[in-house]
């Protein structure tokens, strides 16, 4: 039963470029969340899709956006990069309703230069 | 001010020490506490549930204290395994929506 898996694992982009980030959920879970991770710094949540629709957002512009897709699997998509995106970022998923910690992928280090 | 706050740290213990992390949230409408471990360049992994009687699990203890609006972890008779980032997780659910916030960590280095 794998568990939650991204893809990249690394990605190095320049300053303006778009990234994609994808992220599969563990088996028989619905919802996927996405978290930013600097470096020193606590994950911070960007948003959170079920049934392919954003339900919940994070404080991130509008150059962060994602996707659910029917096999509940998920992409984000992050345009004109900025130094600062470089980070950690995290997939997490869970069942709708479920009360249960999340538990996250190994994550995707992106670096903008 | 943020919305979970923790223990800035570093911690340096020797091996052996009992050592305490606070955490303190500002959303009384939190629902779900937890203790995440994230090892370095890792990603975050479950550590343990907190609830307001207390939950023990081997030499770890959390505590939730709903009044004050505060967790807090124990780690007795430290490991150098025990080396981390300790970082503390409040859930707030509506509907399908559910959002973790994370504090900042608190980072342990436990010393031989």
Same mark, same amino acid.
């Given at each position: 039963?794998?568990?939650?898996?991204?893809?990249?694992?690394?990605?190095?982009?320049?300053?303006?470029?778009?990234?994609?980030?994808?992220?599969?959920?563990?088996?028989?879970?619905?919802?996927?969340?996405?978290?930013?991770?600097?470096?020193?710094?606590?994950?911070?949540?960007?948003?959170?899709?079920?049934?392919?629709?954003?339900?919940?957002?994070?404080?991130?512009?509008?150059?962060?956006?994602?996707?659910?897709?029917?096999?509940?699997?998920?992409?984000?998509?992050?345009?004109?990069?900025?130094?600062?995106?470089?980070?950690?970022?995290?997939?997490?998923?869970?069942?709708?309703?479920?009360?249960?910690?999340?538990?996250?992928?190994?994550?995707?280090?992106?670096?903008?230069? | 001010?943020?919305?979970?706050?923790?223990?800035?740290?570093?911690?340096?213990?020797?091996? =052996?020490?009992?050592?305490?992390?606070?955490?303190?949230?500002? $959303?009384? @409408? *939190? !629902?779900?506490?937890?203790?995440?471990?994230? /090892?370095?360049?890792?990603?975050?992994?479950?550590?343990?549930?907190?609830?307001?009687? =207390?939950?023990?699990?081997?030499?770890?203890?959390?505590?939730? $204290?709903? @009044? *004050? !609006?505060?967790?807090?972890?124990?780690?007795? /008779?430290?490991?150098?395994?025990?080396?981390?980032?300790?970082?503390?997780?409040?859930?707030?659910?509506?509907?399908?929506?559910?959002?973790?916030?994370?504090?900042?960590?608190? !980072?342990?280095?436990?010393?031989?």
């Amino acid at each position: 039963d794998a568990g939650v898996t991204q893809s990249p694992t690394h990605l190095i982009k320049t300053r303006g470029q778009q990234v994609t980030l994808r992220c599969s959920p563990k088996s028989g879970h619905d919802t996927v969340s996405w978290y930013q991770q600097a470096l020193g710094q606590g994950p911070q949540f960007i948003f959170q899709y079920y049934e392919e629709e954003e339900r919940q957002r994070g404080n991130f512009p509008d150059r962060f956006s994602g996707h659910q897709f029917p096999n509940y699997s998920s992409e984000l998509n992050v345009n004109a990069l900025l130094l600062g995106d470089s980070a950690l970022y995290l997939c997490a998923s869970s069942l709708v309703g479920d009360s249960s910690p999340l538990h996250f992928g190994n994550g995707t280090r992106l670096t903008v230069t | 001010r943020k919305e979970v706050e923790q223990d800035p740290g570093p911690f340096n213990v020797p091996e =052996g020490a009992t050592v305490a992390f606070n955490c303190t949230y500002s $959303n009384s @409408a *939190s !629902q779900s506490f937890f203790w995440y471990r994230q /090892d370095c360049r890792k990603e975050p992994k479950l550590l343990m549930s907190v609830y307001s009687s =207390g939950n023990e699990d081997g030499r770890f203890t959390a505590q939730l $204290n709903r @009044a *004050s !609006q505060y967790i807090s972890l124990l780690i007795r /008779d430290s490991k150098l395994s025990d080396s981390a980032t300790y970082l503390c997780v409040v859930i707030r659910s509506s509907g399908s929506a559910r959002q973790l916030t994370f504090g900042s960590g608190t !980072q342990l280095t436990v010393l031989p």
